[in-house]
T-cell receptor, first 115, second 115 residues
Framework: AQSVSQHNHHVILSEAASLELGCNYS??????LFWYVQYPGQHLQLLLK??????LVKGIKGFEAEFIKSKFSFNLRKPSVQWSDTAEYFC?????????????FGAGTRLFVKA | EAGVAQSPRYKIIEKRQSVAFWCNPI?????LYWYQQILGQGPKLLIQ????????DSQLPKDRFSAERLKGVDSTLKIQPAKLEDSAVYLC?????????????FGPGTRLTVT
């Protein structure tokens, strides 16, 4: 069965620090990968997505993620975080043609950025 | 454009009672999803509709949960009878087509507390 692991449940950073949130998945076939974000009091929304092509994808608000197929990873990065990046971040995987269209979410990482 | 609407936003019931949630997706979105998000976990797909047909309900506890999407637009999710472990946020999402390639737009969720 497919699964998604997010390594850190809670991360605390100071403003201007660099961010990397880990995401690993277990699925051997073609995958589509997503990062969703939930700001305090707001709905879950898409941050970025990868389907094919360049494994380094860029999303909104300066976020990027790199798909490393050999490591089954899709880590999220941002060079310099801001206080407004305080949110919960979810990695999600969709298992391509053979996996159907069900999207599996990780448990989430709560990021707190200190001003 | 208007987002995904859900009601009620909060519900408190006693165990063994029944409850129903309503969702109105974004206009034109063919695919509708219901997720259960237990505190500290990521969203778990309960059921996915494509228009008014069920695509995936493999994780729906069918002995107590039911869902319908009449006319391929809005949807209701029902729990009867509720158990303590059903306490969670129930999220509705929609997408233009299946989740494989299209981002999901989430509603605000319904927070259910079963006492």
């Amino acid at each position: 069965a497919q699964s998604v692991s997010q390594h850190n449940h809670h991360v605390i950073l100071s403003e201007a620090a660099s961010l990397e949130l880990g995401c690993n998945y277990s699925y051997g076939g073609t995958v589509n990968l997503f990062w969703y974000v939930q700001y305090p009091g707001q709905h879950l929304q898409l941050l970025l997505k990868y389907f094919s092509g360049d494994p380094l994808v860029k999303g909104i608000k300066g976020f990027e993620a790199e798909f490393i197929k050999s490591k089954f990873s899709f880590n999220l990065r941002k060079p310099s975080v801001q206080w407004s990046d305080t949110a919960e971040y979810f990695c999600a995987v969709n298992g391509g043609n053979t996996g159907g269209f069900k999207t599996i979410f990780g448990a989430g990482t709560r990021l707190f950025v200190k001003a | 454009e208007a987002g995904v609407a859900q009601s009620p936003r909060y519900k408190i019931i006693e165990k063994r009672q029944s409850v129903a949630f309503w969702c109105n997706p974004i206009s034109g979105h063919a695919t509708l999803y219901w997720y259960q998000q237990i505190l500290g976990q990521g969203p778990k797909l309960l059921i996915q509709f494509q228009n008014n047909g069920v695509v995936d309900d493999s994780q729906l506890p069918k002995d107590r949960f039911s869902a319908e999407r009449l006319k391929g637009v809005d949807s209701t999710l029902k729990i009867q009878p509720a158990k303590l472990e059903d306490s969670a946020v129930y999220l509705c999402a929609s997408s233009l087509q299946g989740a494989k390639t299209y981002e999901q737009y989430f509603g605000p969720g319904t927070r259910l507390t079963v006492t």
